[in-house]
């Protein structure tokens, strides 16, 4: 959808760097959820943010929405191998419950 | 079923012919969703199913493309006159309608149109 934008659209880092992936929509975000992807794959579901501030943890990935609920972040701490692959932001911008997803972010990790 | 199921994994045909893809969601979930991913590219928004109200429609690409949903449960996906355009992986989820529930997407189908 192009009223969701992630970034970066792709990344390459080293295994133990951190990095931060962004998902940005021009309006209010009433349900923002992080999902990721394998080669071949369905999606597998991360995590799900509802309120503006909300931060989650699970294991190394963090998720954060901000207070206008219009942007999320996704940090990943000390990657290794097991977190490559295409993470994928999707939103309800409508508050029906229909999800929308940006283009995905394709990680690399390399050992 | 412990997930959603889709039918036939993989599906290859001719430019021209109809095609069907199957999906069954999670028992007791009923949203159902369904999502067109091309090579390289996010989930394109296709059709969204919520109990007995009318589907939304707003993101089939063209009226080849249909969509029903049988007894709250199974449902059909059917590309009519098939394009090459329209190979790309097709993707299902289900979830409970309760705002606090995520996505549960089956593995997809892959569709070839030679």
């Known amino acids: 959808s192009q009223e969701l934008e992630q970034s970066p659209q792709s990344l390459i880092v080293q295994e133990g760097k951190n990095l931060t992936i962004n998902c940005t929509s021009s309006?209010?975000?009433?349900?923002l959820y992080w999902y990721k992807q394998k080669y071949g794959e369905g999606l597998i579901f991360l995590m799900m943010l509802q309120k503006g501030g909300e931060e989650k943890s699970h294991e190394k990935i963090t998720a954060k929405l901000d207070e206008k609920k219009q942007q999320s972040s996704l940090h990943i701490t000390a990657s290794q191998p097991s977190h490559a692959g295409i993470y994928l932001c999707?939103?309800?911008?409508?508050?029906?419950?229909?999800?929308?997803f940006g283009t995905g972010t394709r990680l690399t990790v390399i050992p | 079923g412990a997930g959603v199921s889709q039918s036939p994994s993989n599906k290859v045909t001719e430019k021209g012919k109809d095609v069907e893809l199957r999906c069954d969601p999670i028992s007791g979930h009923t949203a159902l969703y369904w999502y067109r991913q091309s090579l390289g590219q996010g989930l394109e928004f296709l059709i969204y199913f919520q109990g007995n109200s009318a589907p939304d429609k707003s993101g089939l690409p063209s009226d080849r493309f249909s969509a029903e949903r049988t007894g709250g449960s199974v449902s059909t996906l059917t590309i009519q006159r098939t394009q090459q355009e329209d190979s790309a992986v097709y993707l299902c989820a289900s979830s409970q309608r309760d705002g606090n529930s995520p996505l549960h997407f089956g593995n997809g189908t892959r569709l070839t149109v030679t």
């Open positions: 309006k209010t975000l009433y349900g």
């Open positions: 999707g939103a309800d911008l409508t508050g029906a419950n229909n999800l929308f």
